[in-house]
């Protein structure tokens, strides 16, 4: 275990007690800090009181949605990572969830090791890629506005294409794959082929390169594609 991550500070939104305890003794037992809470109003007293480095919210809570509990918290510019953890698993569930503002989501039942992997993940992200508008080098996207710019000036991006680059640079990093490309555009009510995939990364590289934008999209040949920093000269 890392010394940086015995000093991470964590809140879990939880009101199963025993699934709560259980959640609790894994982070712990891995060394992070663990701030409790089981509804919205306790969830949002916590995020305002405490500089937390993760939260790890239920959706079903006593006193309300946790996705409502998210979408109030971003509109406020909170940008600390949010990890969901519900028994809602299909398609349009994740889709909504990482619509209002969530930056990870995982499947109830819990398993303890791959709850681990996913909080080493989202702690290792910059924190200049979480909240409403993600940043990386001179590019950013103001979710709330729906607009992409390169030092501040703007890129003309279609819907499809706003929603590709939004998730890749939620990403920053880490390798997306196509599947979950597809599940992410599901919603527009088509399958989409690899062709059309390779369709939007190409028009996205076009308008990023148009708008002189220092990020570079790898692909990773039969698998999916890779959002980075170009690196200096």
């Given at each position: 275990?890392?010394?940086?991550?015995?000093?991470?500070h964590?809140?879990?939104?939880?009101?199963?007690l025993?699934?709560?305890?259980?959640?609790?003794?894994a982070?712990r037992?891995?060394?992070?800090?663990?701030d409790l809470?089981?509804t919205?109003?306790?969830?949002?007293?916590?995020?305002?009181a405490?500089?937390?480095?993760l939260?790890?919210?239920?959706?079903?809570l006593?006193d309300g949605?946790?996705?409502?509990?998210?979408?109030?918290?971003?509109?406020?510019?909170?940008?600390?990572?949010?990890?969901?953890?519900?028994a809602r698993?299909?398609?349009?569930?994740?889709?909504?969830?990482?619509?209002a503002?969530?930056?990870?989501?995982?499947?109830?039942?819990?398993?303890?090791?791959?709850?681990?992997?996913?909080?080493?993940?989202?702690?290792?992200?910059?924190?200049?890629?979480?909240?409403p508008?993600?940043?990386?080098?001179?590019?950013?996207?103001?979710?709330?506005?729906?607009?992409?710019?390169c030092s501040g000036?703007?890129?003309?991006?279609?819907?499809?294409?706003?929603?590709l680059l939004?998730?890749?640079?939620?990403?920053?990093g880490?390798?997306?794959?196509?599947?979950?490309i597809?599940e992410?555009?599901?919603e527009f009510?088509?399958e989409?082929?690899?062709?059309?995939?390779?369709a939007?990364?190409?028009?996205i590289?076009?308008?990023l390169?148009?708008?002189?934008s220092?990020v570079?999209?790898?692909?990773v040949r039969?698998?999916?594609?890779?959002?980075?920093?170009?690196?200096?000269?």
């Amino acid at each position: 275990m890392q010394d940086a991550d015995s000093k991470m500070h964590i809140l879990l939104v939880e009101d199963n007690l025993r699934l709560q305890e259980l959640i609790e003794q894994a982070l712990r037992g891995a060394g992070y800090r663990v701030d409790l809470a089981t509804t919205v109003a306790e969830l949002l007293t916590a995020a305002a009181a405490v500089a937390y480095d993760l939260l790890i919210v239920d959706l079903m809570l006593p006193d309300g949605d946790g996705l409502d509990a998210i979408r109030t918290l971003r509109a406020q510019r909170f940008s600390v990572p949010i990890l969901i953890m519900t028994a809602r698993g299909s398609i349009d569930d994740r889709v909504r969830g990482l619509d209002a503002g969530a930056d990870d989501y995982l499947i109830k039942p819990i398993h303890q090791a791959e709850l681990l992997a996913h909080v080493r993940a989202l702690l290792r992200r910059p924190a200049e890629v979480m909240g409403p508008i993600l940043r990386i080098g001179n590019t950013e996207f103001d979710e709330a506005m729906a607009e992409v710019r390169c030092s501040g000036k703007p890129v003309r991006l279609r819907l499809r294409e706003r929603r590709l680059l939004a998730l890749l640079m939620r990403r920053s990093g880490f390798l997306v794959s196509k599947n979950m490309i597809e599940e992410a555009l599901s919603e527009f009510g088509r399958e989409m082929s690899a062709n059309a995939i390779e369709a939007l990364i190409s028009r996205i590289r076009r308008a990023l390169s148009d708008a002189r934008s220092d990020v570079v999209i790898e692909t990773v040949r039969g698998v999916g594609y890779r959002l980075t920093a170009a690196k200096g000269e």
